[in-house]
Every structure is written in C-alpha cells, then in structure tokens.
C-alpha cells in the first residue's frame, strides 16, 4: 500500500517525520510532498496566480513552494500522477487542530484536498503544549497513536467523502475517543504595536477560548484522550434548508414558495 504524506508545517517539521515511521511501520511505501516552509493556518487556499516550483530531496520526497493543499493537489494531479495512493496522511501538526481550528488549519486541508480527489485521507495533530506555553513537542506518543489509527483505518475504510481528523493529548494517552466538532473561538488577540519607521503593525494572537462540551474533541483532548472526529465534505446545514426556503419565500425570492404578496 502507498501513502502520501503532507502537512502545514513544512518539510522539516519532526511530526512529518514521526508520521511517515507511522505510516512505514504500518507497512505503507510513503511518499512526501509538503511545504518548504511552515504555512500554518492557511486554511485550504491553493494557488493560483504564480507558478509553483517543486524540488526532489530524497527518493520518494518533493518539496514545493505553494500550500499545504498545493502539495497534495500537485502529488495527486502531477507529480506522482498514475502511482495510485491508497491514503493521504497529513501531520502530525505540531499543534492541535480542535473545534473552530478545522476551519484555519492547513493539516485538515490537506486531508480535505485529499478526499476531493478521491483518496481516503486522515489529518493529525499533537496538543503539545497544552499546560507549558514553553514546551516542546514530544511526537513518541503521537507516532504511536497515529500508528493505531492508520491500522484501523486499513482495517475499516473511511466513506466516501469522510475524512478523519485526529488530534493527540501531550503524553501518553487514556484511550480514543469517537468525537464531534466542538467550539475553540480565537477571541480578541491581535497585538498593535508601532514598527522602527513609526507605522503601526498587528499581529494576530494565538488566545484562545475553549468550551468544554460533554463528547466533543475539545473535550476528549483536555482529558487524555485521543481525538479522531469523522468530518464531511458537505457543509451544508441540512436542520436549517428547510427554514432557508420559507425565508427565500417569505422575502418573495423563491419560485418555489408563495412570497408575502401572493
Ligand atoms: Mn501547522
């Protein structure tokens, strides 16, 4: 079986490699293609107004110059085009990915990119720091973890259009946790400050403001638990379309519903 490995930190970052061993000892032939440098929180952009530049570095390794989605696009579309990966593998992020990070993160990207272009996907991320704003991150644990999820996966194959985001508490963890989205709001962090030419600048704080709801990934990861929350493609509303067509009618906007002067 073959994997691509990507992630949003680049092509040095030690949860890249922690991953591809995971990958390997599960008995997976890897390949990587990742950012030649870290492009956290760069969502799922691609690029489109420049060219991108890619570079060998080792027999079954590329770096390119673009996003996290750009290296799994570029690896899926071009670059290993017609050797046929079975699972697209991004992370460990060093950093977790819970919550309203989904929508940030490049890790999950990488993974949602994947799973557009057909290829079963999984992101993860380690909650390295969670008590020491100065620790370092310790992937032994992770690597291990990552290692359980990608045998489950050979074992169980994800449904179409599902990817798994995985996400790993500092240490050794209690167990895996089934788990939802749950909320992590990045409240008012930004810093201002003048520049040695007197402008000001502003740079975006990391705070954040977790809620601890009973089931969600937030939760699972505060309490020693390994994160893996089923996430779809489709992110349509479905409680609320039924509601959005009476509003469309109301307003007098749908062909489909009486609008309040019929
Ligand atoms: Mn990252």
Redesign the pocket.
Known sequence: MRALISN??GIHSPGLAALERAARRAGFETYVVAPDR?Q?ASSHALTLHRPLRVAKTGERAWVVDGTPTDCVNLALCSILKGTEMDFVFSGI???PNLGDDITYS??VACAFEGTLLGVPSIAFSLDFRRDDPAAAADFTHAEEAALAVIRMAQETPLPGETLWNVNMPPGRPKGFLATRMGKRRYGESVVEKIDPRGRPYYWIGGAHIDTRADGTDVAAVADDFVSVTPLHLDLTDYRALAEMASVLGRAGLSSAEPGPQS
Request: aromatic share 0%; hydrophobic share 0%.
């Open positions: 949003d930190d870290e956290s992020n060093t950093g490049g890790t």
